[in-house]
């Protein structure tokens, strides 16, 4: 009862109401500011929309013990770059702007792509359009109907009444984190048996996927010359990811808890893993910064 509830109610709203403070986040210019970085945006986008896909898709297939598994891990691969991904940027000492940029693009891409990942996975590695009984379009609409319409919302709010856009975002998006963080939680106590079999799997494929992501981001960066604050931006955007709306296709949508292991396992290790970098990056940028000034 309580976990068709969370299934049903929870994860839906604590998505949508997340999406909704994104929303009140962005303004037009925020938008526009994919045009102020050129070169190096479409670079790190070009990176985030290529490597994490293929990577976490090629280890997912390879190595995912199950089914399940193997299509919440490319779920889990086409996520976009999560809004903390900012904040540890900033730390960092790399291109906020850059960064933000690329969180707004993917993100809204990303919201016309998944339905098209999501669906096509399962078709092909699990077989199931038969069990699904939610026709393409209807599984789009259900899609856009918890990101791009709040997302939208939330815009319109913050370009007519931007006070109170600004009071009421902190409230809407602690509440809503953390009702989806309950919600993580009691997922993975109703799915303990399948922890105990494939843990180590689950660990290995996530720690996996985001030291070759983050390890190919700065090669690339640094193959295609990209300035260090650049690089710092385009890496830790290949770590953190919105893994909320890959958990509600999982769940609400499809109705597979076992799907969203990859999701739920992958919030803690990567936000250590970015933790990590920023912590070095901005070392590292500290030391370029002092050489510049001697």
């Given at each position: 009862?309580?976990?068709?509830?969370?299934?049903?109610?929870?994860?839906?709203?604590?998505?949508?109401?997340?999406?909704?403070?994104?929303?009140?986040?962005?303004?037009?210019?925020?938008?526009?500011?994919?045009?102020?970085?050129?070169?190096?945006?479409?670079?790190?986008?070009?990176?985030?929309?290529?490597?994490?896909?293929?990577?976490?898709?090629?280890?997912?297939?390879?190595?995912?013990?199950?089914?399940?598994?193997?299509?919440?891990?490319?779920?889990?691969?086409?996520?976009?770059?999560?809004?903390?991904?900012?904040?540890?940027?900033?730390?960092?000492?790399?291109?906020?702007?850059?960064?933000?940029?690329?969180?707004?693009?993917?993100s809204l891409l990303y919201i016309l792509?998944?339905?098209?990942?999501?669906?096509?996975?399962?078709?092909?590695?699990?077989?199931?359009?038969?069990?699904?009984?939610?026709?393409?379009?209807?599984?789009?609409?259900?899609?856009?109907?918890?990101?791009?319409?709040?997302?939208?919302?939330?815009?319109?709010?913050?370009?007519?009444?931007?006070?109170?856009?600004?009071?009421?975002?902190?409230?809407?998006?602690h509440i809503a984190t953390l009702v989806?963080?309950?919600?993580?939680?009691?997922?993975?106590?109703?799915?303990?048996?399948?922890?105990?079999?494939?843990?180590?799997?689950?660990?290995?494929?996530?720690?996996?996927?985001?030291?070759?992501?983050?390890?190919?981001?700065?090669?690339?960066?640094?193959?295609?010359?990209?300035?260090?604050?650049?690089?710092?931006?385009?890496?830790?955007?290949?770590?953190?990811?919105?893994?909320?709306?890959?958990?509600?296709?999982?769940?609400?949508?499809?109705?597979?808890?076992?799907?969203?292991?990859?999701?739920?396992?992958?919030?803690?290790?990567?936000?250590?893993?970015?933790?990590?970098?920023?912590?070095?990056?901005?070392?590292?940028?500290?030391?370029?910064?002092?050489?510049?000034?001697?």
């Amino acid at each position: 009862m309580i976990l068709s509830f969370i299934d049903a109610y929870l994860l839906p709203a604590s998505l949508w109401f997340i999406m909704l403070a994104m929303g009140l986040s962005l303004k037009v210019e925020d938008i526009l500011r994919v045009f102020k970085h050129r070169r190096a945006f479409v670079i790190g986008a070009i990176s985030m929309l290529l490597i994490p896909p293929l990577v976490g898709s090629a280890l997912a297939i390879f190595f995912a013990p199950t089914s399940a598994l193997t299509v919440g891990f490319i779920l889990l691969a086409t996520c976009p770059g999560g809004m903390l991904s900012n904040l540890l940027t900033d730390y960092a000492k790399g291109d906020l702007a850059l960064s933000l940029s690329l969180s707004i693009f993917i993100s809204l891409l990303y919201i016309l792509l998944v339905p098209i990942y999501a669906h096509f996975s399962l078709s092909y590695f699990m077989g199931m359009e038969q069990e699904i009984h939610v026709p393409f379009s209807l599984f789009v609409w259900k899609i856009f109907s918890i990101t791009l319409v709040p997302t939208s919302l939330g815009m319109i709010i913050r370009g007519f009444f931007e006070r109170l856009a600004i009071f009421v975002k902190p409230y809407i998006k602690h509440i809503a984190t953390l009702v989806l963080v309950v919600s993580f939680c009691v997922i993975m106590i109703d799915q303990i048996p399948v922890l105990k079999l494939y843990i180590a799997d689950l660990l290995g494929l996530v720690l996996a996927l985001n030291l070759i992501t983050v390890s190919l981001a700065w090669a690339g960066g640094k193959l295609f010359r990209l300035k260090p604050e650049e690089r710092i931006a385009v890496g830790i955007e290949h770590i953190m990811r919105q893994e909320a709306t890959a958990i509600f296709i999982a769940v609400t949508l499809i109705g597979s808890r076992e799907m969203s292991l990859p999701m739920i396992v992958n919030t803690p290790v990567a936000l250590v893993i970015s933790v990590g970098v920023a912590f070095f990056a901005r070392k590292y940028q500290l030391k370029i910064m002092k050489s510049k000034s001697a």
